[in-house]
């Protein structure tokens, strides 16, 4: 039981059978109680659901059981994750001494991790990485280490505030949802357990009896080849990447039917944990999403056929306005629309780079050498100020081969000197599809919504923008590079809809403010956000459009310090959908969202979805 590295507000006096709600999240713990295998579990949900509360509670079970768990704070160092010198032992008896770190002390249990996405990515690579090794490996100032290393994750996540790489979150045997509790009595039961001065203990003792009694029974569970079979067919359907969900659902549904005391595997045991195994990882849900709305376009194109006739009697066989403007991709009216409604974006992880510039801004992490960054890590490289604990750890073991007596013997080439880390502004570029196939159905609204949101994002992260918006047979710079929100939101409000789409020259038009501002500011790092529907119909040259878009795209990949991200206004389940936006994407390396995507409910909404199948 290791509760000394439990924080002591996390100590909470709510037991793990006082928690109120949340069934398929208390499963799930208990499930990897009986069996590590079964891949550990990330509780999803918005602020105040009780996930923490839950995980400290779970902790008190752990501890019970005797396994050993520990919380990885939120300013976590490489050193005190994987282990360091020793620095007193070092110095006393001059030779290199290992510290254990946390990955280290936990070897046969449980890592808590709370607000998953708020950790540095490359703190969650080291994580998971000598997780899928089981070994431990440090290679640093001297130090060779190399242990086996086991543990189960189980984090929080609240996805308003920040998203996972879709690689960690697969990382996870199972998720669960926690949503707040929507009617009185259970919200008045809430209350009454936390008035109460004790817990459950006695339903706690039962329980982890029967989580060693199902551990006793696991080896001696058989498993059919039906099930098996079963198992590989609910993956295929659910339209899965990769293997993890086959194993963590084959591990998952033992550890369920030990619980429950079985002998034999059946697939209804499968069936009671799938849910919690494929919630994060199938893609049914984005196929459910994809058919509503083809259905409802059905019944709107119909009716819109309908209407068409009616009011046209005789000329009932022309095409309808919408299936023309659709067919074109484009109109000739122009048409200037409102600005759709304001919303909190989703957060956008992008790349680091290797420059070390003088940063602003709260953006993204770069290395910089301001006085005011945070140090990360230390390097013999001579720059900037100096590391003292690291200088300190390279001169320990020297120290009595030096003949040290009261002070630390430091020469030169124990200097180690301090890498920094601060947020980082971006320059950023709105390349906007102004055609007349954005007024259809008023997708233009939307998208205003979209880029008025965007823009106040990049306000708060004081960034400089600007817009460029092709349309007929041309793109231009309709707002110059500026700071002011006002001014931004102005011509915003002004941009007219209608004509063709001419998308290659918005992508070049791009590259020239990308290559101009780039000799000004040549630290400067570029955001292009390109909302289009990618119905492009207008080429540059005598090439076809859509291979003369590829060139342009592949060209725009390789741009230095710039990153993309494209946003897809085509409707989700249109009839007629090309789907060039997200080729557009892929050539240029970008992130891709549907237009819907990018509120920061989506991320929810999605979560919903799944947990309904």
Known sequence: MSTRFLP????SKIGFFDFVGSESAKLGLILN???????????LGKKGTGKSTLLSAFGELLGILGLNFAWLPLNVTEDSLLGSLDLEETVKKGKRIYQKGILSRINGGFLFVEDIN????????????TQ???ELIVEREGIEVREPCNFVICATMNPEEGEISPHIMDRFGMCAFLDGAKDKDRRKEILRTN??????????????????????????????????SYIADLVLSHNVEGHRADLFLLYAALAYAAYFGESE????????????????????????????PQT???????????????????????????????????SDKEEVFPVGERFAVRKFALRKDRIVRKAKGRRTDTRCYDKGGRYVKSSMQKKGEIAIDATIRAAAPFQKLRGRRDLLIIKEEDLRYKEKERKMRHFVIFLVDGSGSMGVERRMVVAKGAIFSLLADCYQKREKVSMIVFRNDKAEIVLPPTSSYEFAKKRLEQIPTGGKTPLSAGLTETVKLIKTSGYKEPEARFLVFILTDGKANVPLGNKPVVEELRDICLYMRYLPRTDYIVIDTEKRGSLLKFELAQKIAEWLGAKYYMLEEIRVQSILSSMHVGIRF
């Open 8 to 11: 002591s507000w996390t100590k």
């Open 33 to 43: 109680a009986i069996d590590m295998r079964s891949g550990g579990i990330l509780l």
């Open 265 to 292: 595997l059946m697939p209804h045991h499968v069936d009671a944990v799938s849910e919690l195994v494929l919630n994060h990882r199938s893609k049914k849900r984005e196929d459910l999403r994809d058919e509503k």
């Open 118 to 129: 708020l950790f540095p990515p490359y703190v969650l690579s080291l994580i998971t990485e």
């Open 296 to 330: 409802t376009q059905t019944h709107e194109l119909q009716n819109e056929r309908k209407k068409d006739r009616n009011s046209k009697g005789s000329e009932g066989t022309h095409p309808s306005g919408m299936e023309a403007q659709i067919r074109n991709g484009s």
């Open 132 to 134: 899928s090794r089981g």
């Open 195 to 228: 008035l109460l001065d004790f817990h459950k203990k006695e339903d706690l003792f039962h329980l982890v009896k029967k989580i060693n009694l199902s551990k006793d029974l696991l080896r001696n569970i058989k498993t059919l080849g039906d099930t098996v």
